[in-house]
Every structure is written in structure tokens, then in C-alpha cells.
């Protein structure tokens, strides 16, 4: 059974960089997948972030590009994600999840993790 | 981007009802949508992908419907379970990203 758990800082000063990892157990990186990101601030709806694939290709949305970074450690078994320049806007429960097709960015995901609040304040 | 619109937001219903939601895309996205449940403090839960196949395990009470740029979920007999939040989601390969219909609460009459 493929499980993701997400963890890192549940509090981001403002103008400062979220760090968020995902582990993931039950199934290997490496034997393909984009693995994505997704967020929900509080009370709003989904917000796909981006997605990042074994040999570190990545696709991220536009409207976040910018201030982005998705990278994976397959010797852990985890990937990562970096937002930049954050400020109240970015507070949000924050997923990471596997799609259900496995060779292609564009998926929906059938398997997430149970999510974790970033808070944007100082 | 490809817009995803969602009606009604909330609805109010009985256990037993008939209900229907309903998703509109801003382009044509074939048949490439796919329907989650969420409730409170949970991550979202696939029910039904490429517009009208049920995930495994999902109750057949479940279905979808739609191609082009209009896609309905409908419940054909409420449950109590069923109160929640649903949404869409587009992922047509000509988008230049993935995007989520704004929900649709499901609320007990």
C-alpha cells in the first residue's frame, strides 16, 4: 500500500522560503511517476503546485513558476518542495500525492498524503 | 490555463435524494476530468476518473458523465456518508497545467 506523509515547518515567516518533504512508502520513486504537489488554503478550494518525476523533471503551475522548486531524493525515497517569497497568500494545508497514471505529468492522483498546514505569519 | 467551474457551490439535500453537480470546462478537455470527495480535515478522495469511470471501491451510487466541456457527478440516492465537499479536476495534455473546479459542499437539508 503506497502511503505519503509530508512534514516540515508549520509556521513560515513572511518573505521567507516553505521547505516541505514527503516521504513515501510502499512503493519505490524510482519506478516512475510524477509526484506531485497540491494545496488548499484554509476554507478554498484545490490548487495543483507542481510535479516532479524520477529523473527530476518537473512541471510546475504557472501562476507559482517563479517561486517554486520541486526536487527528489531517490536514495530516500522522498521529494521535496521549495516556495519562495512567501506571504499570506501561500498559507494552506499543503499535499503531496501520486498520480494514477504513471508515465505522465498531466494526472489526477489517487493516492495522497494527509496533509499539512503552513502558516504564513510573523 | 483551462478554467474549471463548478455549480452549485453548496446544495442542500436529504438522505435518499438524487443529486446531481455539475462542471464546466473553459475549453474542450475530451474526456479528461476526473471527481474527488473531501470532507473536513481530510485529503481528497478519488471517485471517478476520465469522466465516467469509477474508482475501485468507490459505491456505484457514484456516477459521472460528460465529454467536451460540460461533466455532471451524480449520487443516485444520497447516503449520510455522502455530506461532503466535491470537486473536479482537468487534466488534458494541452493544458500547460492541472486545475480544480472550486467545490461543490454537499450540506443535510
Known amino acids: 500500500q503506497v502511503q505519503l506523509q509530508e512534514s516540515g515547518p508549520g509556521l513560515v515567516k513572511p518573505s521567507e522560503t516553505l521547505s516541505l518533504t514527503c516521504a513515501v512508502s510502499g512503493y519505490s520513486i524510482s519506478s516512475g511517476y510524477y509526484w506531485g504537489w497540491i494545496r488548499q488554503p484554509p476554507g478554498k478550494g484545490l490548487e495543483w503546485i507542481g510535479s516532479i518525476y524520477h529523473s527530476g523533471s518537473t512541471y510546475y503551475n504557472p501562476s507559482l513558476k517563479s517561486r517554486v522548486t520541486i526536487s527528489v531524493d531517490t536514495s530516500k525515497n522522498q521529494f521535496s518542495l521549495k516556495l519562495s517569497s512567501v506571504t499570506a497568500a501561500d498559507t494552506a494545508v499543503y499535499y503531496c500525492?501520486?498520480?494514477?497514471?504513471?508515465?505522465?505529468?498531466?494526472?489526477?492522483?489517487?493516492?495522497w498524503g494527509q496533509g499539512t498546514l503552513v502558516t504564513v505569519s510573523s | 490555463d483551462i478554467q474549471m467551474t463548478q455549480s452549485p457551490s453548496t446544495l442542500s439535500a436529504s438522505v435518499g435524494d438524487r443529486v446531481t453537480i455539475t462542471c464546466r470546462a473553459s475549453q474542450s478537455i475530451s474526456s479528461w476530468l476526473a471527481w474527488y470527495q473531501q470532507k473536513p480535515g481530510k485529503a481528497p478522495k478519488l471517485l471517478i476518473y476520465?469522466?465516467?469511470s469509477l474508482e475501485s471501491g468507490v459505491p456505484s451510487r457514484f456516477s459521472g458523465s460528460g465529454s467536451g466541456t460540460e461533466f455532471t457527478l451524480t449520487i443516485s440516492s444520497l447516503q449520510p456518508d455522502d455530506f461532503a465537499t466535491y470537486y473536479c479536476q482537468q487534466y488534458n495534455s494541452y493544458s500547460s497545467s492541472l486545475t480544480f473546479g472550486g467545490g461543490t459542499k454537499v450540506e443535510i437539508k
Open positions: 500525492a501520486r498520480p494514477l497514471y504513471s508515465s505522465s505529468w498531466y494526472s489526477l492522483f489517487d493516492y
Open positions: 476520465k469522466a465516467s
